[in-house]
């Protein structure tokens, strides 16, 4: 048997005015995500369990069969482990966006942007690694990573710092969360010197010349120390693969035990090499029985607040994606049972243009045609018709396996 989790990040949505009370995953064209849904069941599953943030940390912890109460320790740890860095005790990982950031008068600064206008991984390396020759140190070390993702490590304790993610904040006034970063001595320098570096620098000069946003700053979040995770072998048996573009989570693969596939051109947005990662899924089917693959373009174009782009992403993801997989299965050598499931981590609102905490929709599709068929399209009402409501990431990952009775 083989399983497959197809998982559009940030796919789901509320209704929008603009699409006469749709979702854009209502509105969009998906033919075959629909006819998986329709031949196959439809729930709902809880990625967020109670009292903890809507990101996409916890909900793709939850996807792959851990109940993140138990395990997460914060979202930098994670894509630590993407990048090959090891954690010594009293490290603390950061989260380091490059982003816009605009003074706006007194006591008013402004997130004009929290991934820079999407700065290409080329430009952002440059800033990256100029901040760390510049204001590396004993207390401080910066490690570039993809587009306006990248990560710093502190070896001074500050644990009571509270940070925030900056694209909850979009176009808000973020001085409040800017002043708690000055209140640390070490901090203040290090930011102040990093936005006269950022802002007076040539690939940003380049960049405002062709009307582009200037990566002027940095935002530090999602910190945390090194989780102590079992792998998914160890609790469900189960090995195999998982294929992002997004350091986070080849991060959770990493501690889950999964082997990473890196895809050329895999960007995390619209321009991301789908076929390639198709095909990598597919390859990996060969040899092994599970596969994880993450597209993050529908999560993006949820916290521009872009409708258009939304759509076109989840069309992109049915057809250049679920399609060529699905058909790839159905055509493999023996013709293996699999068990597929297309969902999302999380829902990304047009109307918030971030993350939500509402149970998402999963379609299950068994290729024996056992369990009941919906009969329904994919859709965040439909699921929620069907009164099906799956707790923890254990329970759906259980049921994934056919081990819902499982518990442990």
């Not at 969009?28 to 943030?53: C, K, V, Y």
């Not at 290409?120 to 004993?138: C, M, V, W, Y």
């Not at 998982?242 to 596939?261: P, R």
Request: charged share 20%; hydrophobic share 40%.
């Amino acid at each position: 048997m083989k399983y497959i989790i197809l998982v559009g990040d940030g796919m789901g949505d509320l209704p929008l005015s603009d699409l006469n009370s749709r979702t854009p995953l209502e509105a969009a064209n998906t033919p075959t995500i629909d006819s998986l849904s329709r031949n196959g069941e439809l729930f709902r599953l809880q990625t967020i369990p109670s009292g903890m943030q809507p990101g996409s940390d916890i909900a793709n912890l939850s996807l792959l069969g851990y109940e993140p109460q138990n395990f997460y320790t914060g979202r930098a740890p994670l894509e630590a482990a993407s990048m090959g860095i090891e954690l010594a005790a009293g490290e603390t990982a950061y989260r380091c966006n490059l982003v816009s950031l605009e003074n706006q008068g007194p006591d008013s600064l402004v997130m004009i942007d929290f991934s820079a206008g999407h700065i290409p991984t080329g430009e952002a390396n440059i800033l990256i690694n100029e901040l760390q020759e510049e204001l590396g140190s004993g207390l401080f070390h910066f490690y570039p990573g993809i587009s306006y993702r990248h990560l710093m490590i502190c070896k001074k304790n500050l644990s009571d710092l509270v940070t925030v993610p900056p694209h909850d904040y979009i176009s808000k006034n973020v001085a409040e969360y800017w002043k708690r970063y000055l209140q640390y001595p070490e901090l203040r320098l290090m930011l102040e010197s990093a936005c006269r570096l950022l802002g007076n620098h040539p690939v940003n000069k380049q960049r405002q010349e062709k009307g582009q946003l200037a990566a002027n700053s940095i935002w530090l979040w999602g910190e945390g120390k090194a989780p102590i995770m079992p792998t998914i072998e160890a609790q469900f048996g189960l090995k195999g693969s998982l294929i992002s573009a997004v350091d986070l989570l080849k991060g959770i693969g990493i501690y889950g035990g999964l082997d990473i596939i890196n895809v050329e051109g895999a960007t995390g947005y619209l321009d991301t090499n789908y076929a390639g990662k198709a095909a990598a899924a597919l390859q990996a089917l060969v040899h092994q029985d599970f596969v994880f693959v993450h597209v993050e373009a529908p999560d993006e174009a949820g916290h521009k607040g872009n409708i258009i782009e939304k759509i076109r992403a989840i069309e992109d993801f049915d057809a250049k994606i679920v399609k060529p997989i699905f058909a790839g299965l159905q055509s493999m050598e023996n013709r293996p049972d699999f068990r597929l499931v297309v969902c999302m981590d999380h829902l990304t609102p047009i109307s918030i243009r971030t993350h939500s905490d509402h149970p998402v929709p999963v379609l299950l599709y068994d290729s024996r045609q056992q369990g009941a068929r919906s009969g329904l399209h994919y859709s965040e009402k439909n699921a929620a018709k069907t009164g099906i409501l799956l707790s923890s990431g254990r329970d759906f990952f259980n049921k994934l396996l056919q081990k819902e009775n499982e518990r442990p």
